[in-house]
């Protein structure tokens, strides 16, 4: 039976980090998956991660199981920083689980909205590879609008038309803050406009949120999302701590259900419950578990935001050296200082992406997406010179 299986690709994204691995060259450059770098190119784990994991095994005294829920303390802690200080829960409308890092979460509120009767998905494009994924993977039809237009800016116009066409039945995925892979943000009054257009729409918006505080901040990163949901009726929320906690390999996220009716959200839960079962069974437990203890600690929670303060700056440094470049060989730079987080995207043709690697031993996504957290004081001349000669 198991002969009957075709060859599937490697995923794209992923087989760069054997790619860059394997390359010898001492000056190689890996601007591929998305994992912060400090200036010395390291991933290490946030000292706050550290503290609340020394403390949690000091601390465990068992590991039973939790359910398919996870650590609703955890899920809890994070709301003040999602949804906002004053009202975590939308007067008692918002409730979550945990699951296994942001895939987990979308997997379930995918799966849920089509256990809902949705058909469609409306995602910008280009996006997240894993998003049209997971919809092809639960057999959901993928209808895409353009996100960005030539002028480096969201194509609103495109937006516009994609909520116009939306049916009772579609849900749109949107990025809530550092747009992967392009970088290109909504302003605020973008996220005023979509928000009062998808109040005046069939359309459930589902809300990724990967990259709190690796934009504009914790707080300005969460605008568009608290607007929208101040908007519309029902919405699904992915998070991912995987980025601002530094817990990537440990797969801590949370899906929050928001509803009009408080008492639909047993009801809502439980399909979220019961679909957690059929996949994972229990989320993992240790991620969500450090970061709780970081959230419930004063001292703590202010060591995590200073450190992600302290990423935060230094792909701002890197964004503005980019753009200093400005029009580097036949691409033009400075749009990169005016977007956001860890992606943005050269335009570069296939055969260029193919000569950074083989003659600069410099590695990322073959859609042009850079890793600006990849740069640092040590490589970032290297690799503009590098940018000139190969697009000259
Ligand atoms: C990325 O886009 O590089 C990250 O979100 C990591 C991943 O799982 O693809």
Known sequence: MLSNLQQQPADALLALIKLHNDDPRADKIDLGVGVYRTGDGETPVFGAIKAAEKKLVETQDSKAYLGPEGDMGFVAALMPYVFGK????????IEGMQTPGGTGSLRLALAMVQRAGAKRIIVGKPSWPNHAQICKDLGLEVVEFNHAGEDGKVDMDALRAAIASGT?????LLHGCCHNPTGIDYTHANWDEIAGLLANSPIMPILDLAYQGLGLGMEEDAYGLRTVLAAVPDALICYS??????????????????????ADLTKIMSNGHSLARANWSQPPDHGGAAVRLVLEDEALTAQWLAELDEMRERMRWVRDKLAAAGVTGGVDLSPIGIQNGLFSIIPFTPEQVQEM??????????????????????????????????TA
């Open 86 to 93: 004053e009202n975590p829960d939308m007067g008692g409308r």
């Open 168 to 172: 009772e039945g579609d849900a749109m």
């Open 241 to 262: 701590c995987d980025k601002n906690f530094g817990l990537y390999r440990d797969r801590v996220g949370a899906l929050y259900a928001m509803a009009k009716d408080p």
């Open 357 to 390: 690697r083989k003659n600069h031993g410099i590695y990322f996504a073959g859609s042009g997406r850079i890793n600006v957290a990849g740069l640092t004081t040590g490589n970032i001349d290297k690799f503009i010179a590098a940018v000139a000669e190969v």
